[in-house]
C-alpha cells in the first residue's frame, strides 16, 4: 500500500535517553489499569509541581509549558487549551495519578517534543484531505445555503498554496466536487491509501460539524492510543485493544494535534473545544503522523455564518499551516 517504509514507532519516553528511571513507588495499579504519580513523572521532565485546592487540582509548569490536573476530571487544561485524556485522573492519598498511557503517549511528548525529534522522518509532503464531497454534503446549513464538503475543500486549497509556499510537496485526496467512492467505508479507506501511495509524511484532514444552533467552536482529533477509549468511546469495543498503523505514531500524532488545535483556536478565535481521540478510519489507517480538524460548526447560526465567508476560510487556513509550522519548530527544540 505504501511504497515508502512507514515510520518506525518512537520509543517510550522511559527509554528515552537522558531521563532518569521512574522509581517503581511513583506506579500504581488503579482500576486494571497502570497509572503513574503525577508529580514525579512531571518533575522527571522539570517541571515544577504546585498543588491547589487541598491536593485536588496540581498545576505543574516550565518556562515554556503550564498543565493543570484535576482530580477525577477526563481531561487537562494545557497551556489553557483542554486536552482529552484517556484515563481520568485520580487521587490517591494526597496525591494525583495520571494513566501511564497519558503519561507517555500524550503528557510526555507535549511538553518535551524534542525529544521524539530523532525518531521523526523529515517532512516534505503533507497529504490534505477535504472532507466528504460529490453525493455526500457532509454537514449543511440550509438557512445560509452553505455546507461542508464545499467549504472543506474551500480551505485545503487555500492550505495547499500556504503549504507550496513554505516548500512542501502537497497532495490532495480530492480537488473537485466529487466523492473518493460511492461506498462510505470505501471511501474513507481511499483516502488513507492515497496518503500511503504518495509517502505522505503528514496527512490533515479539514471538516465542519453539524449540531443544534447554539453549538459551536473547534475540536481536533488525533488517532486514539492502544488500549484506551476514544473521546466519544467506541461502539465496537474489539477496537480499543487494537493496534493500528495510526498507533505507530503515537506521541507525534499528539505534538501535531495539539500544535495545530493551538495554532487554530488562537486564529479564529473560536471556542476550544479539545484535542480529542477517536478511531476515524483517517487516522487509523495512517503511517504518518494525522490530525483530523472539525474547523467549526456550519450549523452555528453565528459561526456558520462566519465560515461562509472566504476571509475566515482563509483564517482556518492560515491556522493550520500555523500549526504545521510550529510541530516541525517543536521537532527541532525550537519553541514556537
Ligand atoms: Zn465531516
Known sequence: MRPSVPVPPAPSPDRLPGLPPLPATATQRIGGIDYTDARVFFARYGLKATELQSGHRLRVQDGANVIELDADQHDALVNGLIVFLGEPVVMRGSALFISKIDAEHLFAPLVQPGRFAAFTPPVHTIVLDAGHGGIDPGAQNAALNVNEKTCALDVVLRLRTLLEARGFKVVLTRTSDHELSTDKPTDLSMRAELAGRVGADLFISVHFNAAPPAVHGTET?????????????????????????????DPLNAVLGYAIHRRLTSELGSMDRGLKHARFEVLRLENCPSVLIESGYISSDTEGRKIATPAYRQKIAEGIASGVAAYLAQLAGTRK
Open 221 to 249: 482529533f488525533i488517532m486514539t492510543p492502544q488500549s484506551q477509549a476514544s473521546t466519544q468511546a467506541e461502539k465496537d469495543k474489539a477496537m480499543i485493544p487494537t493496534a493500528y498503523p495510526g498507533n505507530r505514531v
